[in-house]
């Protein structure tokens, strides 16, 4: 709607262009061709006055001369005047009233000249004043293109100069088509001009358009960069809250965890209320919750942040999942579910994060124990990818995701229904930890889920990560390299 407005308004306030902005650079573009092209016009006005002299008197040569000079060093004036001064978008108008004057007064002075001529009645004379209304028109035309209503001020005298000057001649006379041909080629400069002073106002028009458009892109660009910095500043803010909060939760955590457990142990005696005892278990399992979630908060901002650095080595994710299922096994005892294992044998090491990819195996198959049911089961599978990477998958018994809440848990702090109705404790927090710490790894995360089928969580692992075996060799022998080293220089 503003833009709307503005362009009405200017099209409202302009002369013509339909934009106060075109007018203001057309009426520069007229003022630099007045001013350089006043050396070719007083060129023309002295040959064409030393050209008069063979028929006219040098007096009333002087005074037109004089005559077309001093309009040419006004509009020099008025056109150096308006450069100077900068910025004339509030004055368009007069300065375009005043340079119209300028070029009627310079065209009455060119017509002028039929009028000194007008007493000879040689005929090369009206060949000669032809000749220099068409130079004069031809150069009036070039100046003032920019400026229509100024090229009709400076051809409209030349035009009635020219009937007025052979007025005398009958229509059907021998100087009559000469007539017709200069009016016509008068009538074939104004076109000109109007073709000229179209062209120029596509051409600003495509300008304007171009600036507006880089104008809006480094609008946008300086919007982009203060929501990045705002962006920052907030990451930078929150990094700095988690960091407090997180020193500030962990002092007297570790006092709550440490005393429960005391308690709960009875090192300093048995309770008197077995109530107590059981407080105390409670109280130590909520701080290992609150620690638990605590953590996993922190490790997600840093992954969200990019801070979360990769201490990078060679991992064997065969030894990894083995280790994760072992420290599991007494929860899937208690729960009655089955933990079995598929794993493709003489796999080499991956270089990657030990404890990220411990991590993310722990989290899975967490989940995965978590959602199944008693009597199920869980399968761990790791092997080769076709693209020769590894990979390795997590696939439960359990009831499954509908498949519009996969994007929910994937979120951060999301639950899907299941966990909702089971009131199983979770912070939402595991899965999206995963996919960060996969994707920080160049690997790809998966998640296959159908209702009362189970889920598969596959995580993959780029084939630039997976590290190639040394080729063996016997103990004793000699690697060839060397043997054809020393072959070669006992021969020599």
């Known amino acids: ?22 007018d203001v650079e057309l009426l520069r573009l007229y003022c630099k061709g007045r001013k350089e092209a006043i050396v070719p016009q007083a060129l023309l006005s002295l040959a064409v006055a030393a050209m008069t002299l063979l028929w006219m008197p040098l007096s009333l040569v002087g005074i037109w001369l004089g005559g077309v000079l001093s309009v040419l060093v006004l509009g020099w004036a008025l056109s150096d005047r308006f450069l100077r001064q900068g910025d004339g978008a509030q004055t368009a108008r007069n300065w375009q009233a005043r340079f119209i004057f300028v070029e009627a007064a310079n065209g009455l002075a060119w017509s002028s000249f039929a009028l000194l001529m007008s007493g000879v009645s040689d005929p090369w004379a009206t060949t000669y004043v032809m000749v220099v209304f068409m130079l004069a028109a031809a150069i009036h035309t070039v100046v003032t293109a920019f400026l229509p209503a100024a090229v009709y001020a400076a051809l409209a005298p030349n035009a009635l100069a020219i009937i007025l000057y052979m007025r005398p001649t009958s229509l059907t006379g021998p100087i009559a088509p000469l007539t017709l041909l200069a009016c016509g080629t008068l009538f074939y400069f104004a076109i000109l001009s109007r073709r000229i002073y179209a062209s120029q106002l596509d051409r600003l028009a495509i ?22 910095r ?18 500030e939760l962990r002092t007297p955590l570790n006092a709550i965890l440490g005393f429960s457990e005391v308690m ?18 409670d109280i130590h399992n909520s701080g290992q919750h609150l620690l638990m979630l605590i953590n996993e908060i922190l490790d997600l901002s840093r992954v969200e942040a990019g801070r979360y650095e990769l201490k990078e080595e060679a991992v064997l994710i065969a030894g990894v999942i083995e280790d994760c ?16 294992e598929i794993i493709e044998p003489n796999m080499p090491r991956i270089w990657a994060d030990e404890r990220a990819v411990r991590q993310i195996a722990l989290n899975l198959l967490t989940n995965a124990i978590k959602f199944t049911p008693q009597g199920g089961q869980v399968t761990i599978k790791a092997g080769w ?32 229904s299941t966990a909702q109705k089971n009131a199983d404790e979770g912070t939402g927090l595991g899965l999206p930890i995963v996919k960060g710490l996969v994707e920080l790894h160049g690997g790809t995360f998966t998640l296959r889920s159908k209702l009362r089928e189970g889920t598969e969580v596959i995580v993959v692992f780029p084939p630039e990560r997976v590290m190639s075996a040394l080729p063996q060799f016997n103990q004793g022998a000699e690697p060839p390299e060397t043997q054809g080293h020393r072959g070669t220089r006992g021969a020599a």
């Open 230 to 247: 705002r962006a920052e500043e907030a990451s930078l803010a929150k990094s700095r809250f988690l960091a407090t909060m997180s020193h």
């Open 385 to 416: 990818t076709m693209a020769g990477g590894q990979y390795f998958s997590v696939k439960d018994t359990g009831p499954g995701i509908p498949e519009e809440e996969i994007p929910i848990i994937m979120s951060s702090f999301g639950r899907g």
């Open 1 to 22: 709607m503003a833009n709307h407005m503005r362009e009405a308004r200017e099209r409202l306030t302009s002369s013509g262009a339909g934009n106060i902005v075109f």
């Open 264 to 281: 709960k142990s009875e090192l300093f005696g048995p309770h008197a209320i077995d109530a107590y005892r059981d407080y105390s278990n």
């Open 207 to 228: 300008q304007g358009e171009k600036d507006a458009l880089i104008a809006e892109l480094e609008q946008a660009k300086s919007n982009s960069d203060e929501a990045r």
């Open 325 to 340: 299922r072992h420290l599991l096994t007494l929860r899937a005892r208690k729960r009655g579910v089955t933990m079995s």
